[in-house]
């Protein structure tokens, strides 16, 4: 087994370092097709902003994501249990958007698509197709540079999951414990196709209504143009103190939502956005403020 296991680490390497000619940026998988290596801040104090790699260790996940073979082979090296590879979504040059039919759900998700192609009259070009080990395809499309795709499971249909900005697809050639992923013959050669607009519509949420920096009077004003001028790497840094000093300050509880609004528009998920305001009303220790 450790010999397989040593070959499996050795033929995802060399995939990963192929994938990284084309311009995909990748990471080590485990045998659970999980990132291979872990947090570095899993045992950090709570309360601290996420980090997204500005550490410069590894264990980010897809934020560890590189198209660099001496940074893949470092990062392999330091999982040598990597049986697979991920392909970072959302990234230049291709900007990869994975459209996952899944055939799990006991849903027909290839019919489905089939279906919204009809719906809203697009086709699907010819692309790279993976398949995968338990009978699905991941099809493989390039979306515009200045659009975020977001990550969705069975919004656009039953069974149909995409992956886009911050996520990323098993890699062909990928071992795991269900099998190994395959380039569906005749696709391999295949750049990523432009996703059609009418799909790409589809895929985007709802355009945001206008944030509105009313509440809290002028200093909230203040703490939402802290939030909305920020850039990427600074996006929870500056959410989580703007936050803190809105606890402090007792106008967190009419800005909250604001707040939120503001950080998804820099590019946060609500998720993301409402956990670290959670962490900053730890820290400030002001609750319902």
């Not at 045992?43 to 902003?49: A, E, M």
């Not at 009978?135 to 919004?155: F, M, Y």
């Not at 009418?198 to 206008?210: I, M, S, Y």
């Amino acid at each position: 087994m450790a010999t397989t296991d040593r070959q499996a680490t050795t033929l995802a390497l060399a995939h990963a370092l192929s994938a990284a000619e084309r311009g995909l940026a990748v990471i080590p998988l485990s045998r659970a097709k999980l990132p291979a290596l872990r947090s570095p801040h899993r045992n950090d104090p709570p309360g601290l902003p996420p980090c997204r790699g500005e550490c410069g260790r590894f264990g980010h996940g897809v934020y560890d994501a590189s198209t660099e073979p001496a940074r893949i082979r470092e990062m392999f090296a330091a999982a040598p249990w990597a049986t697979g590879y991920g392909i970072a979504c959302g990234l230049p040059p291709h900007h990869l958007i994975g459209v996952d039919l899944d055939t799990k759900s006991g849903t027909d998700s290839s019919a489905a698509l089939r279906e919204l192609a009809l719906r809203h009259l697009f086709t699907i070009p010819p692309t790279v197709v993976v398949q995968t080990p338990s009978g699905g395809r991941h099809l493989w499309l390039s979306g515009p540079p200045d659009v975020v795709v977001p990550n969705s499971a069975g919004r656009l249909a039953p069974g149909i999951d995409i992956r886009g900005a911050g996520g990323y697809l098993v890699g062909p050639g990928s071992r795991t414990d269900h099998g190994v992923y395959a380039t569906a013959p005749g696709s391999g050669h295949l750049p990523p196709a432009p996703c059609p607009v009418a799909l790409l519509r589809l895929l985007l949420p709802p355009p945001r209504r206008q944030v509105q920096a009313t509440a809290g009077g002028s200093h909230g004003q203040g703490l939402m143009q802290f939030v909305l001028a920020a850039h990427p790497g600074q996006r929870n840094t500056r959410l989580f103190w703007a936050a803190c000093r809105a606890y402090e300050n007792g106008i967190a509880g009419e800005l909250a939502d604001a707040l939120v609004e503001a950080a998804c528009a820099t590019g946060l998920t609500e998720r993301e956005a409402r956990a670290t305001i959670a962490s900053a009303e730890r820290m400030t220790g002001r609750g319902g403020a």
